[in-house]
Structures are given as structure tokens and as C-alpha cells.
């Protein structure tokens, strides 16, 4: 069963000028929500929001009158931008001020800063009316961190002037919608469903920004039909041509599901289909039913690897399937199509080119997409933590070489079977060899220390001083690749399952 995840309000503002264009911000890669997309200022509701005096909002439930405070500080706090009349008579000078404070955290018994008290000390408030209702959003239940976000438009105030600061925020511009909507279809720009209808709707108005408001406060009357339920979205398009529908799947902890991928546009190869359970592949099927009465059809899966939570619904669905030979000679099934390194998928705006990249499986399989890098990594990267290494399937030798020569194209966004989207391919790719090297390392110590020949569990809690008792198991098997590797860099030995340095 999955753990239940707390949704938290949130709010988000859609800042405009009359000349039409929007800011959109970058979210620095290290976040965890939505590290590296580009996104509207915004977000989570703080209790202190609840205790700011607001006015125009007497037609507002008690559950977003903090919301409308929120949008408030926050777009004060992320871009200096203070949107609440009067405003002008603040000195720069005190702004700089207070959103310094506002950012900074807090020393242990030290009274944070508040947004309130800077408002009351200039005698200001904040007006629901320049707050224009602009959408509700709840992040699907698949995902880690949820919330209910509520988005506003709001008009830039004359004399006000947007600046990123760095942090939280990697950067941020103000940008024409359909120049925005070029920068998502080429694949440079990561959205987020809500941030991707908010931008298609702004495009679409003719005259003012404000003329997309119907269609952002009700999204699932826009003609690009995107399917919503409850303010959440049923479709995951971080990119053109890639869609995400994680399903939940009998995988290792902490991950819940296993992330399919459809890739393609008028005709879609499905990456992973993993679940065996009835009522998530009822998911998928609903997905590409829908698909298909857009003119987007289905004609093949693709197996990353043989595990069963990539595997288990691969045939329900009746398409091709396509496999390395090592992961088709591992199934309990036939495959249509050997997919042989090198081999290109043309669907999507730009195509896909399969990688054989071995070490958590011998036939493991990834997909780069021509032209943007992004990459489709199975089991090689996951979105949280480090994937596991099992011998004898697994090899530690051959999953290091992946990595050096998936770091050898330069890939861009990478999109794990478990976890979170990766916006910072390189960085991340650098972060996973130097974690097993140093963890490689620590086998070496554990070994020299070691008075004897000794057993890998034997090794565990010198080698892994970080890992909770409970994990040994799992880091048993790591632990065990990494002496295997040793072995045959001759480095180590082995006699009767024992190792020692040599």
C-alpha cells in the first residue's frame, strides 16, 4: 500500500505585462518539487499567512484567503515584486531588507521574519482584487510531495521591477507564451501540466492576458482537451513527445511505482509497462485510449530490462515488444524485436537512439532523444537515492563504463523508471559515480581493516556506516559487487566466499 501523502495549500502567481509577456522562473535542480522546470513564482502557504490582514476578500472560504497571502509574499520574497497598493512608498532599500530576512533561515530561537509585520509596519495590505483567480492544481498521488495549488494573475504594478535572486531560483525572464511553448517543444524547457495549460492559454488570448482566464479557471473546456479530474491532471507531458503515467508496482523501497513512458507523437512506442495488478494497467490502457482518439496510437512496448516491475504488464496490452537480446533471453515471454545498440525509434519530434548500457541488469537498455539529450534511464539512475547492484545479474565493472559513456554524449533531462524527473543530466551522472567510488573506497577500508578473510556481511557496517541495519540485506548485495569488481581488477581476493585486500 502506498504512504499516504500529505497535500499541501500552495499558491502561484502568473505575473503579466500588458505587453502580453509572462516571467517564468527556473527552480534550481537540487529542489525537491520540480527541481530544474520552469514554473510560475510561487509556494507552500505558511501558518503566518493565515494571520495577515487582507482586503477585497470577504467572497473567499477561510481555505484561500491564506492562499491570496501567500501568492503575496511569495512573489515578493522570489522576484521583489510587491503587489499590494501603496507599495511604491517602501524604500528599496527596506525591501532589500526585508526579503533578505524573509529568505534567510532562521537561527535555532530566533523569531522569523514576517511578511505581517512588514506590511503593518508600512501600513499596507494586501488586496484580494488584484489577485485574479487563475486555476487550482493538486499534484497527482504518485508523486512524492504533493499540493493544492492555486494560481493567480496578477497585473505587474507600474514601477515594479522582477529580479531572481540566486537560490531557490536558478533564474528567471520575461518571455512571450508561444516562445515559451517553442522552448517546451524542443525539449529545452521542462513544464509541468499546469505551467504548460497556463502557457498555451495565455498564447491563445488575443488581447490581454486576462482573456485566458476562462480557460485557466476552467482548464477542461480548452480546445488541447487536456483530461483533469479534480484539479488533477491525467497526463504527465514534461516534454513534447514523452509522456509519464507512473503506475504502482511489487518494486524495491522506497519507490512506490514505476514510472511508463510513452514516447512519440502520431505514433507511440510504451517504455516499461511495469504493473501486473488489473486496476493500474486500467491506468494505461485509459491513457492510451485516450490517445487514440487524438490520433495518437500505440505500436510497441519497449523493456528497459526483464525486472518484473517493468515487465508485468508488458503483454496485456496485445503490441510488439521490443528487448535487448540478453533481457529477451531472461523472459518468461517471446519478444517481436531485438533492439540492438544503436537502434533509433523515430517517433517524437525528434527521435530516440537505444543505448545498451549493462550493470543493474547484463541486457539493460536506455534511450537517448536526438537533439535534446534527454535520456530514458530504466534502472540505471533513479530520481531518489542510488540504484541497487545484484550480483550475479548485476555487475559493478560494467555499471561504472555505463555511466562513463552515457556522461560521453552529454545527456540533459533524464527521466528515471523510479522517482522524480532529473533535470541536470551531467551533474547527476558525476553524482552517481563519485557516491559508488568513494563508496568503493570504503569496501577497500573495511577490507584492510578486516583481521581475517571475511564474509560481505561481515563488511557491511564498516563499509556502509551510513545505511540503517534494517538495509543490510540490500547493502549486502552492493557490497558484494563492489568486492567483485576488486576481484577482478585484482585488487582483492577471494577463497570459499571470503575477501581479502591484497
Known amino acids: 500500500m502506498n ?16 505587453d502580453g509577456r509572462v516571467l517564468w522562473v527556473r527552480r534550481g535542480d537540487e529542489l525537491r518539487f520540480a527541481g530544474g522546470f520552469y514554473a510560475f513564482p510561487g509556494g507552500r502557504v505558511d501558518v503566518q499567512d493565515s494571520g495577515v490582514p487582507l482586503d477585497g476578500g470577504e467572497a473567499l472560504g477561510a481555505a ?17 515584486v510587491l503587489a499590494v497598493p501603496g507599495a511604491a512608498a ?28 512588514f506590511l503593518a509596519g508600512h501600513r499596507l495590505r494586501v488586496d484580494a482584487r488584484w489577485y485574479a483567480p487563475a486555476g487550482r492544481w493538486v499534484t497527482p498521488p504518485a508523486m512524492p510531495i504533493r499540493f493544492d495549488a492555486r494560481f493567480y494573475m496578477v497585473d505587474l504594478p507600474p514601477g515594479e521591477v522582477a529580479e531572481i535572486w540566486p ?80 503506475l504502482r508496482t511489487p518494486t524495491l523501497p522506497p519507490a512506490t511505482h514505476t514510472n511508463c513512458l510513452l514516447l512519440g507523437d502520431d505514433e507511440l512506442w510504451v517504455v516499461d509497462p511495469g504493473s501486473p495488478w488489473p486496476e493500474e494497467q486500467a491506468i494505461l490502457r485509459q491513457t492510451l485510449d ?48 531485438i533492439a540492438e545498440d544503436g537502434a533509433r525509434f523515430d517517433v517524437g519530434p525528434r527521435g530516440w537512439r537505444a543505448l545498451h548500457l549493462p550493470g543493474h541488469t547484463r541486457g539493460h537498455l536506455c534511450l537517448r532523444e536526438e537533439g535534446s539529450g534527454a535520456i530514458v534511464a530504466g534502472d540505471l539512475v533513479a530520481g531518489v537515492g542510488t540504484v541497487v547492484i545484484d550480483p550475479p545479474e548485476g555487475d559493478m565493472k560494467d555499471y561504472l563504463a555505463s555511466l562513463d559513456r552515457l ?22 551522472l558525476e553524482e552517481y559515480r563519485e557516491h559508488r567510488l568513494k563508496r ?44 567483485e569488481k ?9 577463497n570459499g566466499g571470503r575477501y581479502s585486500i591484497r
Do not use: N
Request: glycine share 8%; with cysteine.
Open 90 to 117: 517602501v524604500p528599496a532599500a527596506e525591501r532589500k531588507r526585508m526579503r533578505t530576512a524573509l529568505l534567510r533561515r532562521p537561527e535555532p530561537g530566533e523569531k522569523a521574519a514576517s511578511f505581517g509585520d
Open 167 to 246: 537560490g531557490e531560483l536558478a533564474d528567471g525572464e520575461w518571455i512571450d507564451p508561444a516562445a515559451a511553448l517553442r522552448r517546451w517543444e524542443a525539449g529545452s524547457a521542462l513544464l509541468h501540466p499546469p505551467a504548460w495549460h497556463t502557457l498555451k492559454a495565455l498564447a491563445w488570448a488575443t488581447g490581454h492576458p486576462r482573456d485566458a482566464l476562462p480557460l485557466l479557471t476552467a482548464p477542461e473546456k480548452a480546445p488541447w482537451k487536456l483530461p483533469i479530474r479534480e484539479h488533477v491532471v491525467e497526463r504527465i507531458e514534461f516534454q513534447r513527445g514523452l509522456i509519464m503515467v507512473p
Open 407 to 428: 556522461l560521453e554524449t552529454k545527456p540533459g533531462c533524464i527521466y528515471p523508471a523510479h522517482g522524480p524527473v532529473v533535470p541536470g543530466g551531467v551533474a547527476k
Open 290 to 337: 485516450k490517445l487514440a482518439e487524438e490520433g495518437r496510437r500505440a505500436v510497441g512496448v519497449l523493456l528497459t530490462h526483464h525486472h518484473h516491475d517493468h515487465t508485468g504488464g508488458a503483454r496485456v496490452l496485445g503490441l510488439p515488444i521490443a528487448a535487448t537480446r540478453e533481457t529477451a533471453a531472461m523472459l518468461d515471454f517471446g519478444v517481436d524485436r
Open 440 to 483: 568503493e573506497e570504503l569496501v577497500v577500508g573495511s577490507l584492510k581493516k578486516a583481521a581475517a578473510p571475511a564474509t560481505p556481511a561481515e563488511l557491511v557496517p564498516a563499509a556502509y556506516p551510513d545505511v540503517k541495519p534494517d538495509l543490510y540485506p540490500l547493502a549486502e548485495r552492493s557490497l558484494l559487487a563492489h568486492l
Open 3 to 18: 504512504r499516504a501523502v500529505i497535500v499541501k495549500p500552495a499558491a502561484s502567481v502568473i505575473l503579466v505585462r500588458e
Open 486 to 494: 576488486l576481484v577482478r581488477e585484482k585488487r582483492a581476493s577471494e
Open 64 to 80: 484561500e484567503a491564506p492562499c491570496v497571502v501567500a501568492a503575496a509574499r511569495e512573489l515578493f520574497e522570489e522576484t521583489g
